[in-house]
């Protein structure tokens, strides 16, 4: 049987803390280590929710045979895996009808090209979009990306199964596993306008945007009216 683990109670953790800062008020302390005991329940709530996403059951079966255009050629879903047991797939938002690409959607895969070789030492990663490959390629070089790897899912078979059964453009999160034979769907970020709540924005959780992290840490926090440009003045 498993064994639960006793968690030390935060408020305990936040007086073993002792952290100061020069200056700050006895005000600015307490409201201070009152978030503090808050982050830390936010962290175990996260690893809770981890936990509960790894023990669901078996997704699934993909059965379709989808084919992809990559930037070497023609590929088939299972090689989108490579030597890895699970793939993450991100559906990019830059269909051929867009003239440019999603500047959000470009944010969060400029932030995922840095991390996309370390991500790749356990999973394999890959960036599937409807435009033709050499669009997706000139844009790639466009904005400097070196790590991802791009596909176009030219038919859009893949696009309708996984993404929107309209095949709109928008986008998506997939994670699928092979085991014991099978390739099988594992999890996919479920949560958009119907689910978001009053005056929030329709995100994940985790929101996979490193950037709103960073944000989320300032006074000025997501704002209202900002949004990433694919072009900035140098």
């Not at 859009?156 to 596993?177: E, H, I, K, L």
């Amino acid at each position: 049987m498993a064994t639960t683990q006793v968690l030390t109670p935060a408020a305990e953790l936040v007086r073993k803390n002792g952290v100061r800062f020069p200056n700050e008020s006895e005000e600015y302390r307490r409201a201070r280590d009152a978030l503090l005991a808050e982050e830390i329940e936010l962290r175990r709530h996260i690893e809770r929710v981890a936990e509960q996403r790894r023990a669901l059951p078996r997704g699934g079966e993909v059965t379709k045979t989808y084919r992809f255009e990559g930037e070497d050629g023609p590929v088939g879903f299972a090689d989108l895996f490579g030597d890895k047991q699970t793939l993450a797939v991100y559906s990019y938002m830059f269909g051929p009808e867009r003239k440019r690409p999603c500047p959000m959607c470009t944010s969060l895969l400029s932030a995922w090209d840095g991390e996309a070789r370390d991500v790749e030492q356990r999973i394999a990663l890959a960036v599937v979009a409807r435009s033709p490959i050499e669009r997706l390629v000139a844009f790639k070089k466009e904005r400097g990306w070196k790590n991802l790897k791009l596909y176009s899912d030219v038919s859009g078979d893949y696009t309708r199964d996984y993404v929107s059964a309209q095949d709109a453009d928008v986008p998506a999160f997939n994670v699928f596993t092979r085991r014991d034979g099978s390739i099988r769907h594992f999890w996919s970020g479920e949560m958009g306008f119907a689910t978001a709540d009053p005056g929030q924005d329709p995100r994940g959780a985790p929101d996979l945007m490193p950037i709103w992290t960073i944000f989320d840490s300032t006074p000025e926090g997501r704002g209202t009216d900002w949004y990433p440009k694919l072009e900035y003045d140098r």
